[in-house]
């Protein structure tokens, strides 16, 4: 059975959230709350406030999950052709300093960009995303780089509980760890959406990790 008046008071804090976000003042984003399952619609202008207004909703405690509905015009600027968004994102990639010189793939179909390749590092991975975000015609991105495998010793799972810890933007409490390889696995329970995923985030800037499984439910508690 819902609860009615906490589904109001979620509805009501997300849609504050969002507002908040300064991308989205304008933006008419519909906002459904059912037992922690918020669903989002309308339209944008960009791929970049689809993201902004995901990760805003992400952040509200009491969200348990994110399905994201909202659409992508492009209104007065048209359509580009995925060949026109292609080149667009290899001209933005060719700018950044800190992809500049990666070896990274693009493929364009109907506007949803799929990146591959290898990686040094998990904030490269990202700035290929961002950099991508704005550019006009890109209804979405499928990020499939890899971190390349690095010659640094095994993964220290003590150094990344620690850091957890020691971080002020979640509780680490009912966090596990394990390594196996270059891989880490987040098992246990979390308080919050952003919350799982600002420790796969901690996780990744460790030395030797190369991918994150990141098993973590979210157990908001009323």
Request: glycine share 8%.
């Amino acid at each position: 059975m819902h609860d009615m008046k906490n589904n109001e008071e979620l509805q009501k804090k997300v849609q504050e959230a969002i507002q908040w976000e300064s991308l989205l003042h304008s933006a008419e984003i519909g906002v459904i709350a059912i037992d922690g399952v918020v669903t989002l619609s309308g339209i944008v202008d960009s791929y970049s406030k689809k993201a902004q207004a995901e990760d805003a909703v992400k952040q509200v405690d009491g969200v348990l999950a994110v399905v994201d509905n909202i659409a992508i015009s492009q209104g007065k600027w048209g359509i580009n052709t995925d060949n026109e968004i292609a080149s667009q994102v290899i001209n933005a990639f060719q700018w950044n300093t800190e992809i500049a010189n990666e070896k990274i793939s693009v493929v364009v179909e109907k506007g949803w960009v799929t990146l591959e390749g290898e990686v040094s590092w998990n904030h490269q991975r990202e700035a290929a995303r961002a950099a991508i975000a704005n550019l006009i015609g890109v209804k979405g991105v499928i990020n499939r780089i890899a971190i390349r495998p690095g010659a640094e010793a095994s993964v220290n799972t003590k150094d990344i509980m620690e850091a957890l810890v020691r971080s002020g933007s979640l509780n680490a409490e009912g966090i596990r760890l394990e390594a196996v390889g270059h891989m880490v696995i987040l098992s246990g329970t979390i308080d919050t959406w952003y919350e799982k995923e600002e420790a796969a985030r901690i996780v990744w800037n460790a030395p030797g990790v190369v991918k994150v499984d990141n098993r973590l439910d979210v157990t908001f508690r009323r």
